[in-house]
């Protein structure tokens, strides 16, 4: 049996895509495509070799428009041909309207065991905005559903988000979606701010909305970090707070340089100490789902990560995370330097960012680098 690893399965459908989003996804889809979609992900499972399998992803685009029974499936054909440690923690995207009550039911029986459920805010007004096909109210039904039957749950939220130029700013709304998931003790928290990408139609009406400028960003992160410092969460990467016990167990894999495999198209990988990926194509993958383990990605022409590489990639990697990196002593000069100005600690030989860190990580990390 090969080494263990992480599994990650993309599915890139969604009911519509959202006003800001340019993941590959498709807002298209039909029992018809679904069903070829799933043999083609079960097929692509069946050609990969045994491993010992740590953590599994299912995630998207919005898996759940497939269908519990099409996800089931494909959770079986993994847990039939794979190694899953006992405790292997499985995660299933999800978005609220395409999930109902009965399905989380059916979902935690058959093995899933944690829920990643998009949120986004609890403004009515900026979920329309943003394109989100629920509503706060959808939401909080949806969690109460879904927390009967899944105690570890995390919820992504967005800050940095455009706002009607007529009412001007307010932190408002930002406060109220923190002070409603503190409320319902929300496990885990994502917080990620709104990058204004070309091509969305968001980018295409940017002058009829206003956006925080940089200091005001700053200002909503730093609230994030306080007010969930202040209600019991830790912050334990960049964009992840978790109440202890519940941090995730599938992203610090990446983080750490854990070997995973995606399946699925646009799915990346970093496995045989190469980074790779499969074409954003769904018919492609579907027509080349009987094809060898990796023949369907470019892992072909991606080469090896060199000593150099791996090293720049622990230490930006690294800096992510709470437990931040061990540093080689040129570095430590630096490191301490910025200990010295404020944004991290360092103990021993491991630097680590804090949150006015992890605001400037980038800027850090080319400077550790
Ligand atoms: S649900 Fe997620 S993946 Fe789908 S369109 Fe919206 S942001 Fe993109």
Not at 44 to 58: A, D, E, G, K
Not at 124 to 143: P, V
Not at 317 to 339: C, F, N, P
Request: charged letters at 25%; proline letters at 4%; hydrophobic letters at 35%.
């Amino acid at each position: 049996m090969k080494d263990s690893v992480s599994l990650y399965i993309h599915f890139p459908f969604c009911v519509r895509k959202c006003n800001y989003c340019s993941f590959y996804s498709v807002a298209y889809g039909d029992g018809e495509i679904f069903d070829k979609y799933t043999n083609a992900v079960i097929k692509r499972i069946n050609s990969l070799p045994r491993h010992q399998v740590r953590t599994v992803y299912f995630g998207g685009g919005t898996p759940t428009v497939l269908g519990v029974e099409r996800l089931n499936e494909i959770l079986e054909t993994v847990v039939k041909t794979q190694s899953l440690d006992q405790n292997a923690e499985i995660t299933l995207e999800a978005n609220p309207k395409t999930v109902k009550g009965n399905d989380f039911n059916i979902l935690r029986d058959a093995g899933f065991n944690r829920l990643s459920l998009g949120f986004q805010s609890g403004d009515e007004d900026t979920l329309k905005l943003l394109g989100r096909i629920y509503g706060a109210n959808d939401f909080y039904k949806c969690y109460d559903e879904a927390y009967k039957h899944f105690t570890n749950i995390s919820v992504d939220i967005m800050f940095a988000l455009p706002y009607d130029k007529s009412k001007g700013y307010s932190i408002k709304p930002l406060c109220e979606t923190l002070e409603a998931l503190t409320a319902m003790k929300v496990p885990h928290i994502s917080a990620y701010s709104l990058i204004l990408e070309e091509g969305t139609p968001l980018y295409r009406n940017k002058s009829s909305y206003a956006f925080p400028d940089e200091n005001r960003e700053e200002d909503e992160y730093t609230f994030i970090c306080s007010y969930l410092s202040d209600e019991g969460y830790q912050h334990y990467e960049i964009s992840s707070f978790s109440l202890p016990g519940f941090e995730s167990r599938h992203n610090p894999i990446y983080w750490k340089r854990g070997s995973y495999i995606g399946i699925g198209p646009a799915a990346h990988s970093y496995y045989n100490n190469r980074r790779f990926s499969a074409p954003p194509d769904i018919d492609y993958f579907i027509k080349n789902a009987d094809r060898p383990f990796l023949a369907d990605t470019d892992y072909d022409f991606a080469k090896e990560i060199t000593p150099d590489e791996a090293e720049k990639e622990r230490i930006m990697l690294g800096l992510r995370t709470s437990d931040g990196v061990l540093l080689e002593r040129e570095k430590l000069i630096i490191a301490e330097k910025l200990s010295e100005a404020g944004f991290g600690s360092l103990k021993g030989n491991v630097f680590s960012l804090n949150d006015k860190g992890f605001r400037v990580s980038n800027s850090v990390i080319t400077l550790l680098i």
